[in-house]
């Protein structure tokens, strides 16, 4: 698929130093991680204008 980037690794830290997204979109991943670091990770990596954040648990 044309653009489509897959990152292995801790996502905080990927959030913190990653060009901001349009769209963050996770398979019950968020679940897993601690909310106090991933959702100011979250606030910095998506852009506000554009903001789309999707979370499927199952």
Avoid: C, T
């Avoid at 996502?11 to 398979?27: N, T």
């Avoid at 991943?29 to 979250?42: E, N, S």
């Amino acid at each position: 698929m044309p653009g489509l980037q897959l990152i292995h690794g801790d996502a905080v830290d990927y959030l913190k130093q990653a060009e901001p997204y349009d769209v963050i979109y996770s398979i019950h991943g968020f679940g897993y991680i601690d909310p106090h670091r991933l959702l100011p990770a979250l606030s910095f990596a998506i852009k506000h204008e554009m903001a789309q954040l999707l979370n499927l648990n199952a």
